[in-house]
């Protein structure tokens, strides 16, 4: 038998077998290589965006913090300017400079120059100074030394010691950051400049003082940009040949992860160096491709990731423009090799085709395992990226894997976990540390959770009980104290008085010098109470006070309840809470008649009128008035609760007498009220509103009784 011919050879069976087994095999190991590739190609690219924004944002906020505390600084030494506690010329308040110094880590000096000339401030010393026994410099110029640049040593406690050298004549007046002051009549900094004695790189914040729209001077803050930061860039894991730098929008380098000097020369001649002169292989090359991109670095106006190849190889870049308000203006640049996150997925596809290549059977059964094992981790991986994406941040990825590699990517992924926790845990603690100077209790007011989301000229209106206090004769007691003593006794008082508010459910609005705002949105008793609260810690105060040879002081509290509006005042950049009604200022008068009456606690008529229990106190009527500022009379109480014991029963035992005086005041007898006032005093002697009547009473019968007359006096002082 003859075979009939056919158009394609013939192939043994087992060929057909195999062939298509192999094939099948083989195609399923690709695509699971495949599949395995592009799982991780994904997922590298997540990963490497969320590591550059997760740095940058690091980076951001570092230097959101470094810059933030010069402008603090300023504006607490432009107030002591003011206030006359940092007086240039006569060379005093180094000790508040040399502590704002030791707690400013980046900071290189402190002064302050003003429109005569006079220039003070401390500054740090260098390491190869001459003198070493303190860490800190005294600098001034004034007519003291003939206006030249004098530096002197300090102690601990900022006193100078000895003269160090003399650095020439000096003008504030003409220098960078005294003049930027000036001319953006607010708080601003210097470009970016070399230190003439560090050498290193260096920006000046600067702020102006004012007094009645009069430019007083300018105070400055010097900050050192290159160690420290570059030691917190250094710090930054960039996978593991990244780079990042910051530089100006001339493109001059600020710092850099890298230990290459950022400037070239010395002195006059010393020169910063360009980012795209860089000799780094990562900086140069990406500062030349943003130029490249945009054309002009200013072009960048927002976050960008962009892409771009070196040397065949992809690169990952961001770029960050850091902007604080007050005029810097520079860039955050990152920069990752794509090198650095597909190593391992290129050496397990090459591993794939070499398997595949030895033993295409046993390559069916590996094949399949090794996908498994290798696309189970990067699934993993994944889904705990895309949850974090999604803002769940308790991930963390178990290393059971066999492989190394894939172990060292999940210890390496937890790790970076910890980081985001770790950070978002610190902004949660910068958030909690408003809460500082904004009670949560006034946010709560507000229906806020967080100030973050206050906004300028929130505010409710609501009709609760106002509170002020001051304490009688502050400004003599002061006269005798230091400012530091001033300060902590402010402080002191201030403690021991205010836990007394929140403890009945009130807020402070605001201090007051020695002065206290206070409301109480749950109305007229709360606010009674916490005022007695208040008085018998002002009693243990000073018990304190004599125990430690210091003279005791009193208080004077005013309530009054109405409809106030209270909310958030100021501008963008400084904003506050504050109250605001014809009732508050009412109640700040009340206060402040406190000290004609002789009381501790005066009310208005409408506070009595909000407690539902006004027999619960002992109350005295005092008076009707009428208030500076306003034209309505107002009936005022005084709280016997609030006086000491002997001073209570005595003005109990005599009120019946007290009441009759009013009485007869009211309607004209002014004969039968000063009987009543006189034979008052003969039981009490010490009470003030007794003798303010009878003086009245005088000065009635002296001048006549005006026409419709009701009993009621008008008061011209606050």
């Known amino acids: 038998m003859t075979s009939t011919p056919t158009p394609f050879p013939r192939i043994p069976l087992r060929w057909l077998l195999t062939a298509p087994f192999v094939l099948q095999v083989f195609g399923g190991v690709g695509l699971v290589g495949y599949l395995s590739w592009r799982t991780g190609q994904q997922v590298v690219n997540d990963l490497a965006s969320q590591l550059r924004s997760e740095l940058t944002a690091r980076i951001e906020q570092r230097l959101q913090s470094y810059v933030a505390a010069p402008h603090v600084i300023n504006r607490l030494n432009a107030t002591a300017v003011q206030e006359g506690t940092l007086a240039l010329a006569a060379e005093q308040g180094s000790e508040q400079l040399l502590q704002q110094i030791k707690v400013s880590l980046l900071t290189n000096g402190i002064y302050c120059g003003d429109g005569q000339g006079n220039f003070f401030g401390v500054t740090r010393q260098e390491s190869d100074a001459r003198f070493e026994r303190h860490d800190y410099l005294l600098m001034t110029s ?248 999604a803002g769940q941040w308790q991930q963390q990825l178990i290393g059971s894997s066999k492989v190394k590699e894939l172990n060292a990517m999940a210890e390496s992924f937890n790790s970076m976990v910890e980081q985001l926790q770790a950070s978002f845990a610190r902004l949660e603690t910068q958030r909690n540390s408003f809460a500082r100077f904004v009670p949560v209790e006034y946010l709560e007011f507000l229906c806020r959770d967080s100030l973050v989301n206050v906004q300028l000229g929130e505010h409710v209106s609501k009709e609760m009980a106002i509170f002020f206090s001051d304490i009688r004769g502050f400004t003599t007691l002061s006269e005798m104290m230091t400012p530091q003593d001033t300060f902590e006794f402010i402080n002191a008082y201030l403690g021991a008085v205010s836990p007394a508010v929140g403890g009945h459910g009130g807020f402070i609005v605001k201090y007051m010098g020695d002065g206290v705002m206070a409301a109480f949105p749950t109305g007229a008793k709360a606010a009674i109470e916490s005022s007695l609260e208040q008085l018998v810690k002002v009693n243990q105060f000073n018990e304190q006070q004599e125990k430690s040879g210091k003279p005791r002081i009193a208080i004077g509290i005013g309530l009054h309840v109405g409809k106030v509006m209270v909310g958030i005042v100021g501008e963008a950049n400084r904003m506050q809470g504050d109250a605001f009604s014809d009732h508050v200022n009412l109640a700040s008068r009340l206060e402040g008649l406190t000290k004609f009456y002789g009381c501790a606690l005066l009310v208005s008529e409408s506070v009595v009128q909000g407690l539902s229990n006004p027999e619960d106190y002992d109350l005295r009527f005092l008076d009707r008035v009428v208030v500076k500022g306003r034209t309505e009379p107002i009936a005022i109480y005084e709280v016997l609760d609030a006086e000491p014991t002997q001073t209570r029963q005595l003005k109990l035992q005599t009120q019946a007498e007290f009441d009759q005086g009013v009485a007869a005041y009211t309607q004209g007898d002014l004969a039968a009220a000063r009987q009543k006032f006189e034979r008052l005093l003969g039981v009490h002697s010490g009470d003030r509103a007794a003798l303010l009547y009878l003086n009245r009473i005088r000065q009635l019968e002296e001048q006549g009784l005006p026409l419709n007359w009701q009993g009621v006096w008008q008061f011209h002082e606050k």
Not at 235 to 245: A, D, P, R, V, Y
């Open 142 to 389: 004034n007519a003291q030394t003939y206006f030249n640049y004098h530096l002197y040593d300090l102690n601990n406690r900022g006193t100078k010691t000895y003269f160090v050298d003399n650095v020439g004549r000096y003008d504030p007046r003409q220098r960078p950051w005294y003049r930027a002051a000036l001319r953006q009549g607010k708080a601003t900094w210097s470009e970016v400049y070399l230190d003439f004695s560090s050498g290193l790189p260096t920006v000046t914040a600067s702020y102006p003082i004012y007094a009645e729209n009069q430019i007083l001077g300018v105070c400055g803050v010097d900050v050192v940009l290159s160690e420290e930061l570059r030691e917190f860039l250094q710090q930054l894991e960039i996978g593991k040949s990244g780079e990042t730098f910051i530089m100006e929008r001339s493109g001059a380098l600020i710092a850099s992860s890298t230990d290459e000097a950022i400037a070239s020369g010395e002195g006059k001649q010393a020169i910063r160096l360009q980012a795209v002169d860089s000799q780094s292989s990562l900086i140069g090359p990406t500062a030349q491709f943003l130029q490249d991109h945009y054309g002009d670095f200013a072009e960048i106006r927002r976050e960008q990731q962009l892409e771009f190849r070196m040397d065949g190889q992809l690169q990952f870049v961001q770029v960050v423009p850091f902007r604080d308000g007050r005029g810097l203006d520079w860039l955050i640049v990152l920069v990752v090799p794509e090198a650095d996150f597909t190593g391992q997925i290129q050496a397990n596809i090459r591993n794939t085709v070499i398997l595949c290549g030895l033993a295409l059977l046993v390559a069916a059964v590996i094949g399949v395992f090794t996908a498994q094992r290798l696309s189970r981790p990067i699934l993993h991986l994944s889904h705990a990226t895309q949850a974090i994406a």
